[in-house]
């Protein structure tokens, strides 16, 4: 079955400095990765997401980028802020019905 | 908000009884999802639906159980709980499974003793 490996599993930056996590899957039908945001006792939300025709997206200070030939996509935050502490996961929906997800990123933003 | 609401949200229940959570969507998705989370382990997929009486075992589907009646509910059944079922279970729905996000509900807090 599909398999989902997200690194770090924590991640300490700096206010101000950028964060990047990786996600790596294994089906190739794949073609949908969006990345979640949790807060403390709080549900997962989507923050961004990219399709598999698209090699990059934007929105504001987070960004996705997709490398379909080597199977991986990462989560670029850039000028992090404190409200961005929180733990992130990436999701790949499968060739079948399935969304699976990576173990999740804690990150953390110093001031 | 999507319209999807989690009952109970806390429970704690003895080993070896059952145990039923439900997801209620009023959204029209066709797609719903269980998920369990824990430290170091992420949300990981128990079952998922993709119709009426249409489900499908994930990752960690040994001890639970799943049914959908209609398009709305989609219950977890624990036969008999074990203390390794202790966890934090999310429901989640979505319109299009290659398309869109996943909405999840609230969460239910479960603790096994």
């Known amino acids: 079955g599909e398999n989902v490996e997200q690194h770090p599993s924590t991640l300490s930056v700096q206010e101000g400095d950028s964060a990047v996590i990786k996600c790596t899957y294994s089906?190739?039908?794949?073609?949908?990765f969006p990345w979640y945001k949790q807060e403390l006792g709080k549900r997962p939300q989507l923050i961004i997401d990219?399709?598999?025709?698209?090699g990059e997206k934007k929105d504001q200070r987070i960004a996705v980028t997709l490398n379909k030939t080597a199977k991986h996509f990462s989560l670029h935050i850039t000028e992090t802020q404190p409200e961005d502490s929180a733990v992130y996961f990436c999701?790949?929906?499968?060739?079948?019905?399935?969304?699976?997800f990576g173990a999740g990123t804690r990150l953390f933003v110093k001031a | 908000d999507a319209g999807i609401t989690q009952s109970p949200r806390h429970k704690v229940t003895e080993t070896g009884t059952p145990v039923t959570l439900r997801c209620h969507q009023t959204?029209?998705?066709?797609?719903m999802y269980w998920y369990r989370q824990d430290p170091g382990h992420g949300l990981r997929l128990i079952h998922y639906?993709?119709?009426?009486?249409?489900?499908d075992k994930g990752e960690v589907s040994d001890g639970y159980s799943v049914s959908r009646s209609k398009t709305e509910d989609f219950l977890l059944t624990l036969e008999s709980a074990t203390s390794s079922q202790t966890s934090v279970y999310f429901c989640?729905?979505?319109?299009?499974?290659?398309?869109?996000?996943?909405?999840f509900g609230q969460g239910t807090r479960l603790t096994v003793v």
């Open positions: 989640a729905i979505s319109e299009s499974v290659r398309q869109s996000e996943a909405f």
């Open positions: 089906d190739s039908a794949s073609n949908y």
């Open positions: 990219i399709r598999s025709n698209v």
């Open positions: 999701a790949v929906h499968t060739g079948g019905f399935k969304t699976i």
């Open positions: 959204e029209n998705h066709r797609y």
């Open positions: 639906s993709y119709g009426v009486k249409d489900t």
